[in-house]
Structure formats: structure tokens, C-alpha cells
């Protein structure tokens, strides 16, 4: 990216993007099953 | 289905066994460009030394929204899992992710009370199937695990193993939200660093806080 122009700033931020999907997925997935999952 | 975990080590240089070692892939900033608004993004001070938050920080809007959700998660125990089983959990993650530096320093962190440090290195040679020799750390890593896969493969089980070994539901909200910030840890640094050979760090930058 560096190459083709992009400035550090950009892809930091670009790379913050991208990966703040995989946290944003999980609490919704694990609270999800933890409120369909009946106590024993 | 068995999709390998998309940020899979492959590189030849990487290091062959869990170290504390890790050094960024783009310039970070240097001490005399931070302005107050990058300080303020730290929210502590002490950050802004290492390298891994001279390189966030040059986004500071994101990485103050992203500290208070760590401070937040990792922090505030006056409800649910104990400190220890969130490092223990972001221990397993990182592990399981490939992430070097991170795993150590949660390690260090989980291996409080001492007692546990074997457990945890062992955790860290031996990868995240090991028996830490305690049923809840065992849990606590496998749900950990579970969710830090891609696809997302926690589900009822990872639930109710922690819950027959006493874990309440604020426990399990814990090792869903510790999990999940490391994946995301683990996902960002693997893009903007690489882990490398400890003779290769500069003695000064050995003992730091690190990524997160």
C-alpha cells in the first residue's frame, strides 16, 4: 500500500477498520447463545 | 466447515516458540510529533512509550474508543471473572492466533498467583489443547477458543461447562468479552507488526506493556 501511496496514518486506520469487525461479532454471537442457553 | 483461522502464521521468520518479542511493520510515531489529542488517546501516559501505541496512536479517535473498551473489559472486576481468567482467556487466544508477545504478556498476568505459572507456560509451549491441571482454566480456554475461531464455533457447550463448575452468567459475559478484544488485538497486530527473534529486540524494549 505503502508503494501505491497510502500514508501510515491511512493504514493504520484502515487496518483498525477491518479488524474491529472480529471483536464486534463475538459479544453479539456469545451473548447470544449464552440467552438461549438454559441453566441445568 | 474447516476454514483455517484467516490470520494463520506462515511466515518463514517467525519465531518457532512463544516469546515476548514483537516489533512494528510501519513507522511509529517518534516522541516529538504526538500532539495532546494523541496523548489523550493513550488515556495513560505510560502507553505512549511502547512502540505498539506509538503506531495506533497516529489514529487517536480509534484507539481512545478502543482503550476504554479494554479498560472496561480487563479492568472492571467488581462483577464477574476474577482478572487472572480474563488474562487467561486473552492468554489462550493469543495463543491460539499466533500472537507472540501478547500471549506472554497476558501470561505473565494470568500466572498470578505464581502458583499457576507452569499451568500457564504450559499453556503457551503446548498450545490450547494442554490441561492447565484445573477443570475451570480448561474451560475457561476452550470457551475462549471457541469464540476466537473463524467461523465463531462457541456455542451451548462453551456455556454450560463453565456454568456446571460454578461460572456465573457475569463470568461467562467476561470470557466472551475477553476473548473477543483479543481476537481483535491479535487481528490488528498481526497486520501492523510482526513477531521476530528475541536477539533481534533492542534490550530497551524488552519488559514493556506491549499491544494492547
Redesign the interface.
Known amino acids: 500500500m ?1 508503494d501505491v501511496g497510502w500514508f ?2 491511512a ?3 484502515l ?2 477498520l ?3 469487525p ?2 464486534q ?3 453479539v ?3 447470544e ?2 440467552s ?2 438454559e ?2 | 466447515m474447516n476454514t483455517p483461522p484467516v490470520n494463520a502464521p506462515s511466515a518463514s521468520h517467525r519465531p518457532d516458540h512463544f516469546t515476548r518479542a514483537g516489533e512494528p511493520r ?2 511509529p510515531l517518534t516522541e516529538h510529533e504526538p500532539t495532546s489529542r494523541h496523548r489523550e488517546a493513550l488515556v495513560e501516559e505510560s502507553r505512549a512509550r511502547t512502540p505498539y501505541f506509538a ?2 496512536v ?2 487517536p479517535d ?1 484507539l481512545q474508543a ?1 482503550t476504554r473498551a479494554d479498560f472496561d473489559i480487563f479492568h472492571n472486576t467488581d462483577d464477574g471473572l476474577p482478572r487472572a481468567e480474563r488474562e487467561l482467556a486473552s492468554t489462550a487466544v493469543s495463543r491460539f492466533n499466533g500472537r507472540v508477545f501478547r500471549g506472554s504478556v497476558h501470561a505473565r498476568l494470568a500466572a498470578r498467583p505464581a502458583t499457576r505459572r507452569e499451568d500457564v507456560d504450559r499453556l503457551l509451549a503446548e498450545g490450547v489443547g494442554t490441561d492447565t491441571g484445573h477443570l475451570r482454566w480448561n474451560a475457561v480456554v476452550r470457551a475462549a477458543v471457541a ?2 475461531a ?1 467461523p ?1 464455533e ?3 457447550e ?3 461447562e463453565p ?2 463448575l460454578g461460572a456465573t ?1 457475569a463470568d ?2 467476561d ?3 475477553s ?3 483479543f ?2 488485538a491479535n ?2 497486530i498481526l ?2 507488526g510482526e513477531p521476530v527473534h528475541p536477539h533481534t529486540l533492542r534490550a530497551s524494549r524488552a519488559g514493556q506493556e506491549g499491544d494492547r
Open positions: 505503502a501510515t496514518t493504514i493504520v486506520t487496518s483498525r477491518v479488524s474491529f472480529a471483536f461479532v463475538r459479544p454471537h456469545g451473548l447463545v449464552l438461549r442457553t441453566a441445568a | 510501519l513507522a503506531l495506533p497516529r489514529d480509534a478502543r469464540l476466537s473463524t465463531v462457541f456455542d451451548a462453551h456455556v454450560a456454568r456446571s452468567d461467562i459475559v470470557i466472551v468479552d476473548a473477543a478484544f481476537t481483535w487481528r490488528l497486520s501492523l
